[in-house]
C-alpha cells in the first residue's frame, strides 16, 4: 500500500513539473528595429528589384582561372578558417551539453568495505561489513524555464560562432580577390615602367648619336639619362613589392611564401552587366557580422531570464534503487533490497547581493549587446552606400583617365614626328614622356581600385557569391536532434514564451 502511495505521489509530482515546465520566465526577443530606408546613390537611381549578386557567383563575374584556383586553395588551407570551424564545432557540443540538463540524469555507485564501531557503555566495540549497490536518478523539473533559456542561450551563441565563421570566409575570399588584384596591377605597374624605361633608353640613344655627331646638346643627353635612371630605379621597386604580394597571398592560401599563378590581366578582367542600386532589404540576414550580432543579442536576453531564475527554487525529482546489506550473501541473495522516491526544492535567502547582481550584470550585457547590434546594422548600410557610390564613381574617373592615356600617346607619337621633322626640341619629347608614364600608373591604379571596389560591394552585401555550407554542418550533434531546433532560436521576432 506505502509502495503504491509513493507511486502516486511520484507521478503526480512529474505530472505538476511537466505543467508547469510549459513556459520560461524572462524577457522574450525581439529585433530591436527595422532596417531604414537608404537609397544607394543617395537618390539618383532607382533601386534594382532583384540584385545580380544573388543570381551569380562572383567567380562567374570576373572568369579568371587562376583567382578561382587560388580562391579554392585558400578556403581548403587558410589557417584562420580552419579555427572559426573548429569553434563553430565547440559550441555545437556546447549546446547539446546545455540542453541535457532538461533531461534525468540516470547513474549509478557502488560501495564495499568493512568497519569496526567503538565501545559504548561498556559494551564491546564490533566489526562489521557493508555493501552497497544502487541506480541513482536526479531530474531538476524545469519549472520556470532556467535550463530552457540556458539553452536558447547556448543555442544563439553557436548560431553566432556560425556566423562569424562566415564572416571569416567571406573577409578571406574578399581578401584573395583583393590581393590577387593588388599583385596584377603591380605587374602592370612593372611593365609600365619597363615599357617606359625601354622608351627613355631609345630617346638617350637618339640624343647621344646627335651628341657625338654634332647635332645635338649634351643637356638632351643628360636629361634623357635622368628620365631613364629615374624610370629604371622603379622596376627593382616594383619586383619587390611584388614579391611581397606574393608573399601575403601565399599566407592567405595557408602554404609557405612562393609565387602565385596568373590569369587574366587586369585591363582585362570582367565586369559585371550591373550593380544593383539598393540596399536589399535581406542585408540583415545576409551579412555574417550583423546575424553574429543578432544571435550575441540573442544570448544575452535569454541571460536575463536564466538570471532571473536564480531567485526562484529550484524543483526537482530524485530516486534511488538498489540493494544495501552487511553480509554479502544478503547482498547477492535479493533479500537486501532499497529504494526511495523523493521531492526536494532549494532556494534562496541571503547571497550577499550575488544574484542581484548577476541578474543587473545580465541587463548590461543585453544592453551592450543591442547598442553594438545597432552599430553594426548603421555599418553595414554606410560600406554598401559607400561601395556602391564608388564603384558608380570610379567608372566615369576610369574613362577620363584612359581618354587621359590615349591623349598622352597620341602626343608623344607627334612629338617624335615634330622632332624628326626639325620642327620641336628634345625638351617636347621628353615633356610628352614624362606627362604619359604617371598616366598609364594612374589608369592602372584606377582599374585596380574599381575592381576592389566590386569586392567590397560583393562583401558589404555579406556575399555576392555562394557561401556554401561549413565543414561538419551535416554532421548531427548530441542533444540537437532537427534544424528546427536550431531555427526556432534564430527567430528574428519571439522566441520561448512567458509564464
Known sequence: MRWRSTRALAAAF????????????GPNYHRPGDLPDAPAFRGEQTPAEQSFVEELPWWTIFDDPALVEITQVALENNRDLAVAVARVELARQLVGATRSELFP????SGEAGHGESSENFGAPGRSRDFFLGSLDLAW????????RRATQAARAEYLASEAFARGVRLSLIASVASAYFELRELDRELEIAE???ESYLRSRDLFLRQFEGGAGARLAVERA???LGETQARVPELEALIVAKENELSVLLGRPAGGIPRGTSLSEQKQPPAVPAGIPATLLDRRPDLVEAEQTLVAANARVGESITNFLPRIGLTSFFGRQSNELSEFLGGSSRAWS???AFTGPIFQGGRIWSVFQASKA???????NYDQRVLVAMREVSDSLVAWEKLAVAREAQARSVTAYQEAVRLAFVRFWGGLASYFEVLEAQSLLFPAENRLAQLELSRLRSLVQLYKALGGGWSLDRLPGDDAPSEGIQDASEISSAANPTETNAVP
Do not use: H, K, N, P
Open 14 to 25: 512529474v505530472l505538476a513539473g511537466s505543467a508547469l515546465a510549459g513556459c520560461a520566465i
Open 105 to 108: 540524469q540516470l547513474g549509478y
Open 140 to 147: 531538476e523539473i524545469d519549472v520556470w524555464g532556467r535550463i
Open 195 to 197: 615599357r617606359t624605361a
Open 225 to 227: 639619362e635622368g628620365a
Open 341 to 343: 522516491v523523493a521531492g
Open 365 to 371: 550585457e543585453r544592453e551592450a549587446a543591442t547598442r
